[in-house]
């Protein structure tokens, strides 16, 4: 059954203000703990490696901190853990709201089974590419959120260092990648990192040619997640609304259908071919 989104449950949902809820939870603690230790924001900052603007910012909820403050200001200011217990959920709150259900699923998949028909995936995307399709948003990002969301994206990117290593397939539209966004040096960058990433072990990366006749994807991008014991789950996205589907039926419908896909897209080895031929031609 489908469930929609209501106060953190799967569903559909938009953007919301990056500097609610966890965050600002998040940031009124660490000043009261700062504050319990004597320090202004200027001595704090210097303590752990941050200017007192930066501080200030994430006390008062308007930027996200990284894992690597919050884990020097626990230290710093004996918290005993207090600030490092929050540190996931203040980690999703990088996500737009849209997906952060899904960040959480994907962090902890066995298996994730990907189309995209319009963009490369965000696990596959170099810095460039991300930055770049964020720019592109409109209405305009500002340059705070776009670098926020581009350490979050690369961050998804450590699926790829886990162990066990969870089962990738990922099929592509051949469009997708003669897509010259953000210029052809950055198309350049992506094609290579696509190179780099088809040949791991844990990851299965084919293109679906622009010849096909028959092209069982016709209904557009989507992800099939499996988890550890068996469930799987359904994620679709479209202007920055997101859908997670637990419904057996619709989940073996999606993964039938991703089973087609891939039988209808070149192999693996056939692709990497044409990604090497793309690259030759930029």
Not at 19 to 47: M, P, T, W, Y
Not at 57 to 63: C, D, T
Request: charged letters at 30%.
């Amino acid at each position: 059954m489908e469930r929609e989104e209501h106060d953190g449950e799967l569903g559909e949902r938009p953007e919301d203000d990056p500097g609610s809820g966890v965050v600002v939870a998040f940031g009124r603690q660490l000043k009261a703990l700062r504050l319990r230790a004597g320090l202004d924001r200027a001595e704090f900052g210097r303590l752990v490696g941050y200017a007192a603007q930066s501080v200030a910012s994430f006390e008062q909820g308007r930027r996200i901190p990284p894992p690597r403050f919050i884990e020097r200001a626990d230290e710093v200011l004996d918290a005993r853990g207090v600030l490092t217990a929050m540190k996931e959920e203040v980690g999703r709150a990088q996500y737009p709201a849209f997906f952060r259900d899904m960040a959480r699923l994907e962090a902890e998949a066995v298996e994730l089974c990907v189309y995209d028909t319009h963009v490369i995936n965000g696990l596959l995307q170099t810095e460039d590419y991300t930055r770049a399709l964020l720019r592109m948003r409109r209405p305009l990002l500002d340059e705070e959120t776009i670098e926020s969301r581009v350490a979050a994206r690369l961050a998804r990117h450590d699926i790829f260092n886990r162990w066990p290593a969870p089962l990738l397939s990922f099929v592509l539209e051949e469009s997708v990648l003669r897509k010259p966004l953000g210029g052809r040096a950055v198309q350049r960058g992506q094609l290579e990192q696509l190179l780099l990433i088809g040949q791991k072990r844990s990851v299965e990366l084919q293109v679906m040619p622009l010849d096909r006749e028959d092209n069982a994807g016709v209904d557009g991008p989507f992800t099939v997640i499996a988890r550890k014991g068996g469930e799987q789950l359904l994620y679709t996205e479209v202007q920055g609304r997101s859908r997670l589907l637990s419904d057996r039926e619709e989940t073996r419908l999606a993964a039938a259908r991703y089973g087609i896909i891939r039988s209808q897209a070149l192999t693996p080895r056939e692709s990497l071919t044409l990604v090497e031929k793309l690259l030759g031609e930029l």
